[in-house]
């Protein structure tokens, strides 16, 4: 049968795919034209910023950070460029230690570059580059550069760096710079400064570096660049400009500084000198110290272990935070409380049996026998302890403690540093809050008789110490401990003062210091004053206080160093002005377990003020047969002229000679 085609039916069917597809083109073109309406009309603003924004790059500028110079413009801390080999660990194609091993093969990288490597690593965000090597030689830069295409995620970028001249001179001053870890990254964003740390890698860590973090840092600048699709640079269409830092101008005589710690030689201690009048610290020495130049690039584990874990504490900013009993450096303190509280007159006197009964117990002097008759002014030249005995037990513990607070002890100085401790100044409530049961927590009788010699719960900063015998110095007038002194704008060079005017003035009689001043200059001109011979043929005035503390308790048994480890033998202090008609130095310090103050304190004294008030250096030593005199320190050159320290030996303590006739040290 022959089957006819549906010709109509065919035909519909056509017009229907037809009408069909015409609809779905028509569909289709209307979504491009709504999707081409929502990108160019709707959303043009945004898509055009985005487009604008992958043309155009902002690229932050670093400010240079100040300069840190002293009192007399020797530059302590600077800034250099140098190339830098570094690491972004999320851009690594292949295994971390393999891509090393590499890289060694055409730039240097010992052992210290990989443990620094390390540790910066566990402290860094992995989209972070982070430095394998520092101050690449030209050699480097260009053998990398030949063989870049092979090291994905690793780049050479030029930086500044900071550097320290001067090495572990002033370290705790000065402290140091270090990569800006998670933590503190953190901070600054909670802070709203990150914006201005983009594209800064380092911080201040430590000393005025911290301290005066937001002036040395200066305002990063900006600069808009337009680049290809590629990222590359094709021209710079905006700059604004950093403003640098402000530079630092410390307080600080840097060579008074080189002579004290020189004078400490390999003994433990602290010294804080001020000027009187200012509040300038014109020395602040903690020994042993510290090269910050190991921090700047990031320490690497072996050196962070070497110091973090020494006996002798070198990261221990000693003035700052370390706390001593102040011996009989408190008695001119008590001698002036006595005066000022009706207490005492300058001519009462006592007979010194050579102890002190209280209560059944016995208090003994340190001089057998006693010192005889004593009066105040004798109290203080031979450092006679049962005379305080008897004054403290009269006065009382909340006299002694309301006295001592007007002169800042065991209340913090303020000083321009973090972390400083406040110290013990012992008091009824004091004890209370400090111990927990009720039979520790009385006060008692006893208690009190330590504390009058400098003894017992008393513990107090170097710097507390040297900021009170300043107070004392300049007549009761407060100034504010400061180790800058000025602050220079990085932009207009415009200098302000840190501290412009005094904090406070202690409401004492002058007649009362006028006495005490002269009792303390009885210390060193007497014949029988404990810092005679240390200051003997000086070509000035001093007062002075030596001062003897123990470190541990004896429980009755008689002292002998010998028998004790070095590290419980008793501490040398002294605290001293001068001239003493007109002070322009006052200074408190200890050394550490060496014993009597008058034997080891005041000779680092006496050499101190030689220099600042004479210009004398302490002379070589001589040298033993056989042995060569080790090499004195460089002379600073000029500001701005390049810094070299050779590695010396310090200078071993050069003592005074005493004259034929002066009496032997007492131990004070």
Same mark, same amino acid.
């Given at each position: 049968m022959t089957e006819f085609k549906d010709n109509d039916r065919e035909i519909h069917q056509f017009r229907l795919r037809l009408t069909a597809m015409?609809? /779905?083109?028509?569909?289709?073109?209307?979504? /491009?034209?709504a999707r081409?309406?929502? /990108?160019?009309?709707?959303?043009h603003d945004q898509f055009a910023l985005q487009a604008e924004d992958n043309r155009i790059a902002l690229v932050p500028i670093v400010p240079n950070r100040g300069l840190i110079v002293d009192r007399n413009g020797v530059v302590l801390a600077r800034n250099y460029s140098a190339y830098t080999l570094e690491i972004t660990p999320s851009k690594l194609q292949a295994n971390l230690e393999s891509v090393i091993d590499e890289l060694s093969k055409l730039v240097a990288i010992d052992a210290r570059d990989r443990r620094r490597f390390k540790r910066l690593l566990e402290e860094s965000r992995s989209f972070a580059s982070v430095p394998l090597r520092t101050r690449l030689t030209d050699d480097e830069v260009a053998r990398f550069t030949a063989q870049r295409f092979r090291f994905p995620g690793v780049e050479v970028q030029a930086r500044l760096f900071r550097q320290?001249?001067?090495?572990? %001179?002033? *370290?705790?001053v000065i402290g140091y710079i270090g990569r800006i870890n998670q933590r503190e990254a953190a901070q600054l964003e909670d802070d709203g400064l990150d914006a201005n740390y983009k594209g800064t890698e380092h911080i201040g860590k430590e000393g005025v570096e911290k301290k005066y973090e937001s002036y040395l840092h200066g305002t990063t600048g900006y600069e808009?660049? $337009? +680049? %290809?699709?590629?990222? +590359? @640079?094709?021209? %710079?269409? =905006?700059? %604004? @400009?950093?403003?640098?830092? *402000?530079? /630092?101008?410390?307080s600080i005589d840097i060579e008074l500084q080189k002579v004290v710690e020189e004078a400490f030689g390999e003994n433990r201690g602290a010294l804080v000198a001020i000027e009187p009048s200012t509040g300038d610290v014109l020395a602040y020495? =903690? +020994?042993?110290?510290?090269?910050?130049?190991?921090?700047? &690039?990031?320490i690497d584990t072996q050196s962070w272990n070497e110091l973090n874990t020494s006996l002798d504490r070198p990261l221990m900013n000693r003035p700052l935070s370390g706390t001593y009993p102040p011996g009989s450096t408190f008695k001119p303190f008590m001698a002036l409380a006595a005066l000022e509280m009706g207490f005492r007159k300058p001519s009462?006197?006592?007979r010194d049996p050579g102890f002190f009964m209280l209560g059944g117990h016995r208090f003994n002097d340190d001089k057998p026998g006693g010192h005889g008759y004593v009066d105040m002014y004798k109290s203080v030249v031979e450092s006679c302890d049962t005379y305080y005995y008897q004054l403290g037990n009269e006065m009382g513990i909340d006299n002694i403690s309301r006295f001592m607070g007007e002169f800042g002890f065991g209340h913090p100085t303020g000083i321009d540093l973090e972390h400083e401790k406040t110290g013990v100044l012992p008091s009824k409530e004091w004890k209370a809050r400090r111990f927990k049961t009720r039979a520790t927590q009385k006060w008692l009788g006893g208690d009190t008789i330590s504390i009058s010699i400098g003894q017992g719960f008393n513990n107090y900063s170097m710097i507390q110490l040297a900021h009170a015998v300043s107070t004392l110095a300049n007549n009761g007038v407060v100034m504010k401990p400061h180790l800058v002194k000025m602050i220079e704008d990085g932009a207009t060079r415009q200098r302000t003062l840190t501290v412009p005017k005094e904090t406070r003035r202690i409401a004492l009689k002058q007649e009362n210091i006028d006495f005490i001043k002269h009792t303390m200059v009885g210390v060193t001109q007497e014949a029988s004053g404990t810092g005679r011979r240390a200051f003997a043929g000086a070509g000035y005035i001093s007062a002075g206080k030596t001062g003897t503390a123990q470190v541990i308790g004896l429980k009755g048994q008689k002292y002998n160093a010998n028998a004790? &480890? $070095?590290r419980h033998r008793d501490n040398a202090l002294y605290v001293a002005f001068a001239p003493a008609d007109n002070p322009k130095i006052a200074l408190a310090l200890i050394v550490e377990n060496v014993g009597f103050g008058a034997s080891f304190a005041a000779p680092i004294a006496r050499k101190a003020m030689d220099y600042y008030l004479l210009g004398k250096r302490p002379a070589p030593p001589k040298p033993k047969d056989g042995q060569a005199v080790p090499a004195p320190r460089a002379v600073t050159p000029a500001p701005g002229a390049p810094v070299a320290v050779p590695a010396a030996a310090p200078a071993p303590i050069v003592q005074a000679a005493a004259p034929a006739a002066a009496p @032997?040290?007492?131990? $004070?």
């Open positions: 015409v609809g /779905l083109v028509f569909i289709c073109f209307g979504l /491009l034209v081409f309406v929502w /990108l160019q009309v709707l959303r320290y001249p001067l090495g572990d %001179t002033a *370290s705790h808009q660049v $337009e +680049r %290809t699709a590629g990222g +590359r @640079a094709i021209r %710079t269409l =905006s700059r %604004t @400009a950093p403003v640098p830092g *402000s530079n /630092l101008i410390l020495v =903690s +020994r042993p110290g510290y090269d910050p130049n190991l921090f700047v &690039d990031g009462d006197g006592i004790i &480890d $070095e @032997a040290p007492r131990k $004070e």
